[in-house]
């Protein structure tokens, strides 16, 4: 089993636009990365997102590539200071590689639960419209990082 925990692209700040949507330069960097995931074979059942307009925009534009056979849609639970523990008991039932698409500090906090038994332990440097691919020992049960791809190592 795969989680694929993808950071919202960079968005327009909140006197830009209250709605918080993505910039030309977030638009661009998720769509070179999904274009290299495409590439890498990368396979997602579902992409799922905050509901907020940054974190769909993200997910649908990865939608775009990557063709999941189930889908984007909306995840409660994913807002940036939402608890983790109910995504991680969730991700506990799931059998087919996922994708989420949210924010800081939730990614970062839900990273650190899974691999490290402990939300508050930064395992990785989360970047805008990067996907950290997290595995899950089928045996074990216990996580672990298997790759991470960000924007600023696709040309």
Do not use: N
Request: glycine share 8%; net charge neutral; with cysteine.
């Amino acid at each position: 089993m795969r989680v694929y925990l993808v950071q919202h692209g960079e968005a327009m700040s909140k006197p830009e636009d209250p709605a918080r949507p993505l910039t030309e330069r977030g638009r661009d960097d998720v769509a070179r990365v999904a274009a290299f995931a495409q590439r890498a074979g990368v396979k997602v059942a579902q992409i799922r997102h905050s509901g907020k307009r940054r974190a769909e925009e993200t997910a649908v534009t990865l939608a775009e590539h990557l063709e999941p056979v189930h889908g984007v849609m909306l995840q409660a639970g994913l807002g940036p200071r939402d608890d983790v523990e109910p995504v991680a008991e969730l991700l506990k039932r799931e059998t087919q590689p996922l994708m989420l698409a949210g924010h800081l500090p939730f990614m970062d906090r839900l990273a650190g639960l899974l691999v490290a038994g402990d939300s508050q332990r930064s395992i990785i440097r989360f970047q805008q419209g990067g996907i950290v691919c997290l595995e899950r020992d089928p045996e074990s049960w216990t996580w672990a990082v298997r790759w991470v791809v960000t924007p600023d190592l696709i040309p």
